[in-house]
């Protein structure tokens, strides 16, 4: 049973076309929220960390925020350099630091 | 600069054969952590360790072990019991266990034939 489902899939955007990612996630206590950007054959990047329900973290263009159930990464303006593959990860209350990560979204933003 | 060194960044090797991947952090880190990635999946944690001399598994550590003799390094070794080794496998840390965000390092993929 995936604790983490991130969607969509893939994503193609304009530059300058703004679009939102969701992380929805199924723990009974929610710990930490983390979003990380990976670039092919490479290892994640720390984006931002999300604790309780309501809170909100930006960074450039990335904006994160989370509800009970999910997190949304918003993407305002995007130009090409954003293309990545977005990864969501949840850590649960009762765990000791061991991370849930979703499959990832790849975004393509093109010129 | 801190950081996560893995080496090496390629690997291959024949079935039946251990390998053994390196991972060096100068961060001062207490937490380290092994995970792997496959096309389409999540990263699945094989290994982690809160401290010197101590490590647990994780979710899928069939086939794999670990030791832990320094701050900075956890090497992981693929043991020839692992049945599907071919991956894309990354070591992280974190300044210590609990909710804080854990650095990768740049990942070594292991081709086994």
């Known amino acids: 049973e995936d604790q983490v489902t991130q969607s969509p899939e893939a994503l193609r955007l304009q530059e300058g076309e703004s679009s939102s990612l969701n992380c929805s996630y199924t723990?009974?206590?929610?710990?930490?929220l983390f979003w990380y950007r990976q670039d092919p054959g490479k290892g994640p990047e720390f984006l931002f960390t999300?604790?309780?329900a309501g809170e909100e973290k930006e960074k450039e263009r990335l904006k994160a925020t989370l509800t009970k159930k999910e997190s949304f990464l918003h993407i305002t303006a995007p130009k090409p350099e954003d293309s990545a593959t977005y990864l969501c990860?949840?850590?649960?209350?009762?765990?000791?630091?061991?991370?849930?990560f979703g499959a990832g979204t790849q975004v393509v933003v093109t010129p | 600069d801190g950081g996560i060194t893995q080496s090496p960044k390629y690997l291959f090797r024949k079935e039946g054969q251990n390998v053994t991947l390196s991972c060096e952090q100068n961060?001062?880190?207490?937490?380290m952590y092994w995970y792997r990635q496959d096309p389409g999946q999540g990263l699945r944690l094989i290994y982690y360790?809160?401290?010197?001399?101590?490590?647990q598994k994780g979710d899928i550590a069939e086939g794999y072990s670990v030791s832990r003799e320094k701050k900075e390094s956890f090497p992981l070794t693929v043991t020839s019991a692992q049945k599907n080794p071919t991956a894309f496998y990354l070591c992280?840390?974190?300044?210590?266990?609990?909710?804080?965000?854990?650095?990768f390092g740049p990942g070594t993929r292991l081709t086994v034939t």
């Open positions: 992280a840390s974190s300044i210590e266990e609990g909710a804080y965000e854990q650095y």
């Open positions: 723990v009974s206590g929610l710990r930490g």
């Open positions: 999300l604790y309780s």
């Open positions: 990860a949840v850590q649960e209350t009762d765990s000791w630091g061991k991370l849930q």
């Open positions: 961060l001062n880190h207490d937490a």
């Open positions: 360790s809160q401290i010197v001399n101590d490590f």
